[in-house]
């Protein structure tokens, strides 16, 4: 499985963008990028997946160039409850039971300030 | 649609004892994961039950065991446990077949052990 390599924390404050990055030197071809989300005492949740290019829903956007060895995600407009840590996962493909383990690495921890 | 749960929220035992956790998938999801997160790290996967029974495991010892039952819940079940088995223990649930990167977490168990 491609290793990961996050910022350990970011601090934001309220209405800005907030822009992540996640290094995946050795991503194989057929990996996906996906972004989990954990609060406090709370299980992660799925944010969103990106194969290349950009993926967006209504909650952040997805960067990934055309070399895919990083991507970025992108949370506009972030308000206090944005507060949590964001999991860069690369491995998993949809529809793939084979790949059926989630690998998570230390994650970003997000501080939005008021 | 009922999300996944999991029981109890909260674990004190002592070193040596055993422990079992449980899980109800969320509703229509037969797959179940279970992740151990220690304090301050990602989710480490354990292992994952699929018709009842264990499909995929990761690096942990025979002393972490599993059990699916035909309504999808799992248990899991650690034996002779040690200072460091003290962690948040994370069901996820999915659809085999399906978009398998989404998976859908429960809050969690807090094992503490003393």
């Known amino acids: 499985l491609a290793k990961t390599t996050q910022p350990i924390s970011m601090d934001s404050y309220e209405g800005q963008e907030v822009n992540i990055t996640c290094s995946h030197n050795n991503i194989a071809t057929n990996d996906y990028i996906t972004w989990y989300q954990q609060f406090p005492s709370q299980g992660p949740r799925f944010i969103i997946q990106?194969?290349?290019t950009k993926v967006t829903n209504e909650v952040a956007s997805l960067f990934i160039p055309a070399d895919r060895k990083s991507s970025t995600l992108s949370l506009p407009r972030v308000s206090l409850s944005d507060t949590a840590v964001y999991y860069c996962?690369?491995?998993?493909?949809?529809?793939?039971?084979?790949?059926?383990?989630?690998?998570f690495g230390g994650g970003t921890r997000l501080m939005v300030k008021p | 649609e009922t999300g996944v749960t999991q029981s109890p929220t909260h674990l004190i035992k002592t070193r040596g004892q055993q422990v079992t956790l449980r899980c109800s998938s969320q509703s229509g999801h037969n797959t179940v994961s279970w992740y151990q997160q220690a304090l301050g790290q990602g989710p480490q996967f354990i292992f994952q039950y699929y018709r009842e029974e264990e499909n995929g495991r990761g690096n942990f010892p025979p002393r972490f065991s599993g059990l699916q039952f035909p309504n999808y819940s799992s248990e899991l079940n650690v034996n002779a446990l040690e200072l460091d088995d003290s962690a948040l223990y994370l069901c996820?649930?999915?659809?085999?077949?399906?978009?398998?990167?989404?998976?859908?977490f429960g809050p969690g168990t807090r094992l503490t052990v003393t």
């Open positions: 990106g194969y290349k």
């Open positions: 996962l690369v491995g998993v493909a949809p529809n793939n039971n084979a790949g059926n383990m989630l690998t």
């Open positions: 996820a649930s999915s659809p085999w077949g399906g978009d398998f990167y989404e998976q859908y």
